[in-house]
């Protein structure tokens, strides 16, 4: 398999996850203040968001570089 495949196909792949999860969130916590030996530490939940489109778009991309891969063979 050369690198064209392999190349269309984790793009196939990352789109295909891209599109179903839509994103992905974590927490990040933060230090608000600090008296003495008392700490108050705060967690913010971020999240991170995959247009739809940017994933269509890796799937086409994807399929696009896998048909050219496959044509070269």
């Known amino acids: 398999m050369n690198a064209m495949r392999i190349t269309g196909i984790v793009l196939i792949v990352l789109g295909l ?5 839509g994103g992905f969130s974590f927490t990040k916590e933060s230090s608000k203040a600090k008296v ?4 108050l530490v ?6 991170v968001n995959f247009p739809q ?3 269509i778009g890796a799937v086409v ?7 050219m891969g496959s044509r070269k063979s």
């Open 17 to 21: 996850v891209g599109f179903f999860t």
């Open 36 to 39: 003495g030996p008392i700490e």
């Open 42 to 47: 705060v967690q913010e939940k971020e999240t």
């Open 53 to 55: 489109w940017l994933s």
């Open 61 to 67: 991309l994807g399929a696009v570089v896998l048909v």
